[in-house]
């Protein structure tokens, strides 16, 4: 199977075009993203597919296996792919995901790529909390993990988001309390958890642990809602930059919430991928 790697801001993706092979299964997907028996990703980008609804349709595979609804940078990446191909140029184009419709667009010379996001919703009944509902007027609710209890914000792009604000965030608190909140019995689909520091009106710091994938230097969605949970606590205004231990993102919140982001996505290598390396088994090193 032939890939094509991209980063956005150090989180990597394999794209897959059906023209170069078949949908992995579960199995095969978290070998070849395995980073020491496979080629090594963040997940694998399967397109361009046929759709009515956009012009593109993109389904995004975790490197666990798992399917994502949506990711900032994996369309940025797949916009580039696109781009790189000669699929589309810098007229603005649109991608289905399971999270929803997307609009891109790529600046000349593919320096940086905005993407519409879609509307931020706070109002989360398929994602039960213990406590008051969290409605978009009423938002902040107590979780319990790890021993301690902490107000987090619940935020939807298309994909589920919990945001926990602190004085002070670090990849050793990411990686500690991420996966207790991604897994928490409260979230029965998971969470990407981002843990955020307010810099000023106009940043942020976030760190970041991505359902499905783990501690993850940089992420599209994560910054998209972090951001909108900032702005609508009173705590930012509407255009934010997202600082990430693998760069910045810029993020605008409109009126109704709806994001719109603009990075880079890296074009890294085409890889070739044997499939000697599917049947490889760590255990007999046979």
Known sequence: MQFSKYHALGNDYLVLDPKAGELPEKAD????????????????????????KADFGLRILNP????????????????????????VKNEAFTVDTL?????????EGAGSIK???????????????DGPEQTDHNIGQKLTFNGKSETVY?????????????????????CEDGPAIEKHEQFPKRTNVQ??????????????????AGYTLASGS??????????RIGLCDASITVHMPGGTI?????????????????????????????????ASGA
């Open 154 to 174: 619940i935020a939807d792009i298309g994909n589920p988001h919990c945001v926990v604000v602190q004085e002070a965030v670090s990849p050793q608190q990411a």
């Open 195 to 212: 843990f955020l520091k307010v810099i000023d009106r106009n940043n942020i710091q976030i760190e970041i642990w991505e359902r499905g």
């Open 115 to 129: 993407v519409d996001m879609g509307k931020v919703r706070f109002a989360m009944d398929h994602i039960p909390l």
């Open 29 to 52: 997907t978290v070998r070849i993203c395995h980073r020491n028996f496979g080629l090594g990703s963040d997940g694998i980008l399967y397109g361009p597919l046929p759709t009515d």
């Open 64 to 87: 666990d296996g798992s399917e994502a609804e949506k990711s900032g940078n994996g369309l940025r990446i797949f916009a580039r792919y696109l781009y790189d191909t000669g699929a």
């Open 222 to 231: 994560s910054s998209s809602a972090a951001a909108a949970v900032a702005h």
């Open 250 to 282: 810029g993020i605008e919140i409109g009126n109704d919430y709806a994001v719109r982001m603009t990075g880079p996505a890296t074009r890294v290598a085409a890889m070739d991928f044997d499939e000697e390396a599917l049947s490889f088994s760590a």
């Open 99 to 107: 999270g929803g419709v997307v609009t891109c667009e790529i600046a």
